[in-house]
């Protein structure tokens, strides 16, 4: 089945405690994003990835990190979180135009 | 800059009624433009899109979009609603050049009433 995988689903952390969000996705797609959703704001662009070692900003870089070694895989990285980074957070996928996106199930992250 | 405006966070329809989401857009250039609903507990999900062609544009589950370039909106309209179409939808611009950056609106709440 074509799909894109978080992990983890849900996860409370303390401000200053590094974490990584993972993303998977099976379907050879070259350009993968990551976003947050908060409430009135819609999705934010965080990161996005054109193909493998290639990464830019979006809406919303501040505070955090990505890479992207492997084609499949694009994890986000919190290297020290803060209260202002508890969200909605999304990964998804397409092929190079980054126009037909499919996305994960969603990572809840509480920053306390 | 691109952005997106949807200017009621909120629609309310009764079932078997036509309903209409409001999207206008910024973005220098060409738009491509986006619809997608999301689910309660879901992921979004892509519903059509616009990138040249046929103002009209057709998607999934009986949706389709308007695309008005002298008006910059998007909207997306339904014929005849149903209850299931209760979700949260989602207007998404980029620029028809090389960046590949999308640009989302901050959603409307459908509620289709029974």
């Known amino acids: 089945e074509a799909q894109v995988t978080q992990n983890p689903r849900y996860l409370i952390t303390v401000t200053g405690k590094k974490l990584t969000v993972t993303c998977s996705q099976n379907?050879?797609?070259?350009?993968m994003s990551w976003y947050r959703q908060d409430p009135g704001l819609g999705l934010r662009q965080i990161y996005y990835s054109m193909n493998v070692e290639v990464t830019d900003k979006g809406d919303v870089p501040e505070g955090y990190k990505v890479s992207r070694k492997e084609k499949r895989n694009f994890p986000l990285i919190l290297e020290s979180p803060s209260p202002n980074q508890t969200s909605l957070y999304f990964c998804?996928?397409?092929?190079?135009?980054?126009?037909?996106?499919?996305f994960g199930p969603g990572t809840r992250l509480t920053v306390l | 800059a691109q952005s997106v405006a949807q200017p009621e966070d909120q629609v309310n329809v009764a079932e078997g009624n036509p309903l209409t989401v409001k999207c206008t857009y910024s973005v220098s250039g060409n738009p491509y433009l986006f619809w997608y609903v999301q689910y309660p507990n879901r992921g979004l999900q892509f519903l059509l899109k616009y990138i040249t062609g046929d103002n009209l544009v057709k998607g999934s589950y009986g949706f389709e979009a308007e695309f008005n370039k002298s008006q910059t909106s998007f909207h997306l309209k339904k014929p005849s609603a149903l209850v299931s179409d209760s979700a949260l939808y989602f207007c998404a611009v980029r620029a028809s050049g090389s960046a590949r950056q999308l640009t989302f609106g901050s959603g409307t709440q459908l509620t289709v009433l029974p």
């Open positions: 379907m050879n797609h070259e350009y």
């Open positions: 998804a996928s397409s092929f190079y135009n980054g126009d037909t996106q499919y």
